[in-house]
C-alpha cells in the first residue's frame, strides 16, 4: 500500500511530502508536514545563511527520537537540485548538497532534514572562507545566560576592530556570531584570526571564556570554539530546526534582542509568526565584507601560535601536541 503524501508548490517547483503526518516532535507534537512548511515559511533568510555553500544534511526519516543520520554525501536527487564537490581534510572527496533555490531546502526536509550545517565558504572560491565564525559554546555548569554575556564581550571586541558581526541563537545553550569577510584568506588563515579573536575575548572575560581546547582545562566556563573555522567544520544554520522535542530552532537575532531574548521562544511554531513580521533580521549581512589583516598581524605577533586541531585532522604545520594535557603528564 503507498504511502500516504501531499504536494505543496515551493515556487514554483513540486514538493511531494510523504507520511506528512507522522510526529517528528514529540514534545509538542510537530509532524513532518509542518517542519517542510516551516522551511518554506522562512525560505529567504535560510537560503540567505547556506545559498551557494557547501551543506551538509541532518535526517532523522522517522523523527527526532531515533538515530541521525549525518550526510556530508548528498543522496539522489531530482536533476534541478544542485551539488558541489568537496575535498576533506582526509583528502577524499564528495559531492555535497548546494542549496540554490528554496525547494531544494524543503526536499531535503521531507527526507526527514532536521538542520543542515553549512560551510563558511560558497561554491565560487571553496579554499577561501567569506565567514568568520564565533562559536559561544557553554561547557557543564554554565548556560544561555553566560553565554550570552561572552556574546557581548566579543561585540565589543568587533566593534574595536570595526567589524560587524551577526549574533543567534544556536538552537540550544549557546551563540553563534557570524562576520562576513573578503575572501582572501585560507582556512588556515581564517582559523588563526578566530584563535586571535577567542584569546582576546578570554582576555576581556577571564572568569567567563576560556579558549582551551581541551575540556579537562575548560572548568565552569564558555568555550569559544576557534576550530568551527577550520575546512569541513560546520555548525547549525541560521533558521535550522534542531532535533529536540520541542523543535527549537537556531534563530537570528539583533543585538538589543539578545540582551534579554530567551532562545526557548524560537520554536518551529512560533519562528513563521515573527518571520512574517519582521522578515531575516539579519538581511543586511551580505552587505560589506570585512578585513582579517589586523587579526591576523596580532596572531603573527602572539608568541603563543598555534592551538591543537580536531582528532580527525593531520597534524598541522606548527601545530602544538595534540595529547590532553593529562596523560601528557603522565607519559612524562
Known sequence: MASPYIEL????RTVKVSNPDKVYFPGIGATKRELVEYYVS?????????????????RHPDGIETDAIYQKRMPKHPDWIETVNVRFPSGRTADAFCPTEVAGIAWCANLGT??????????????????????IDPQPGTGFDQARKVAFTAKTVLDDLGLTGFPKTSGNRGIHIAVRIEPRWTFTEVRYAAITFAREVERRAPDLAT?????????EKVFIDFNQNA????VASAYSVRAKPEAP???????????????RDFDIRTMPERFAKLGDVHRTIDDQSFSLEELLQKYQ????????????????????????????????
Not at 42 to 58: H, M, N, W
Open 9 to 12: 508548490d515551493v515556487e514554483g
Open 42 to 58: 522562512v525560505g529567504d533568510g535560510v537560503l540567505r545563511a547556506v545559498r551557494e555553500r557547501p551543506t551538509y544534511i541532518k
Open 114 to 135: 532536521i538542520d543542515f550545517h553549512p560551510w563558511h565558504s560558497r561554491r565560487g572560491n571553496l579554499d577561501h572562507p567569506d565567514e568568520l565564525r564565533i562559536d
Open 211 to 219: 579558549t582551551a581546547w581541551w575540556k579537562e582545562e575548560r572548568g
Open 231 to 234: 575546512r569541513d567544520r560546520t
Open 249 to 263: 530552532v537556531s534563530a537570528p537575532v539583533t543585538w538589543e534582542e539578545l540582551t534579554d531574548c530567551d532562545p
Open 301 to 332: 605577533e602572539d608568541e603563543r601560535g598555534d592551538m591543537p586541531y580536531p582528532p580527525n585532522y593531520p597534524k598541522m604545520p606548527g601545530e602544538p601536541k595534540r595529547v590532553q594535557p593529562s596523560k601528557a603528564r603522565h607519559d612524562d
